[in-house]
């Protein structure tokens, strides 16, 4: 029995998490991600329905309480990503194309570009489901999807965002630093980085925290040379910021956000 409280708590803290990165989670999305039946996130729902902390809607739910305890590593670290996603927010213009990969801290800037006619594409399929400004447009690359991250791959992504032209990219990264650059851990999304990359006529973002800055990865997406900001936060390793730095990156680092807006 203790063991079972310990799997269910467990559960739900990943719950309550991803409410916490994204503000709003799909039921068939979150079952899927968790490898679990829609029934049993149905259930967990309710349980941080019955503490205040969501709304349930049909299919889904949202977050009410958005106060995140600072003692809770996992859990301020959603503080740090939300900080980065709305500062990189800022340099999005109005009539702006910009790019934005798989990365849950890049897909936040969506949330928190307010008041400008924009237009996003990525490949990032949780887009549809992210809360934004209706100026905001979203286009989706297509292509094969990749369970769970719901990530779009392959040629047919490829060859529509060959058809694009960007006039700045917000890219999330699984690591960086200056010998290997900008690395992913998943295969198939590299493609894809380097196209935006590539595609974009003016200045890279990379949003990582500080879990990602030094680390390496086993799949390069670019070079630091291609980077022009990295946004992360107060906790990134100072010696290899300014390493980084030297390279020519402009690097900012941020304090968590109070609570998520």
């Not at 996992?74 to 939300?82: D, E, Q, V």
């Not at 006619?117 to 400004?133: P, Q, W, Y």
């Not at 700045?168 to 990264?173: D, E, N, S, V, Y």
């Amino acid at each position: 029995m203790k063991k079972h409280k310990t799997i269910v708590d467990s559960r739900r803290q990943k719950v309550m998490l991803a409410m916490q990165k994204y503000g709003k989670v799909m039921v068939d999305d979150l079952a899927a991600e968790l490898q679990v039946s829609p029934l049993t996130i149905r259930r967990d729902l309710q349980y941080w329905e019955e503490q205040n902390a969501i709304e349930r809607f049909y299919g889904g739910a949202k977050l009410v309480n958005s106060v995140i305890p600072c003692d809770d590593p996992t859990m301020s670290n959603a503080l740090y990503k939300h900080a980065i996603a709305k500062y990189a927010a800022q340099y999005v213009e109005e009539g702006d194309t910009i790019f934005i990969n798989t990365s849950s801290t890049a897909l936040l800037v969506i949330r928190y570009i307010r008041n400008k006619r924009c237009t996003v594409i990525t490949n990032n399929g949780k887009a549809i489901f992210e809360e934004h400004d209706p100026l905001v447009a979203i286009v989706l690359t297509g292509g094969e999807l990749r369970v769970p991250k719901e990530s779009m791959v392959g040629e047919f992504a490829l060859n529509n965002l060959n058809r694009v032209s960007g006039a700045k990219c917000f890219l999330g990264c699984s690591g960086i630093d200056v010998q290997g650059g900008i690395t992913t851990a998943i295969l198939q999304e590299v493609a894809i980085n380097e196209t935006m990359l590539n595609r974009c006529n003016g200045p890279c973002f990379i949003l990582a925290d500080h879990t990602k800055v030094g680390n390496q990865h086993s799949f390069i997406s670019g070079s630091i040379r291609k980077v022009s900001y990295l946004i992360t936060d107060t906790e990134a390793d100072n010696e290899v910021c300014n390493e980084i730095e030297s390279c020519g990156v402009r690097v900012v680092k941020l304090q968590p956000l109070a609570h998520i807006e």
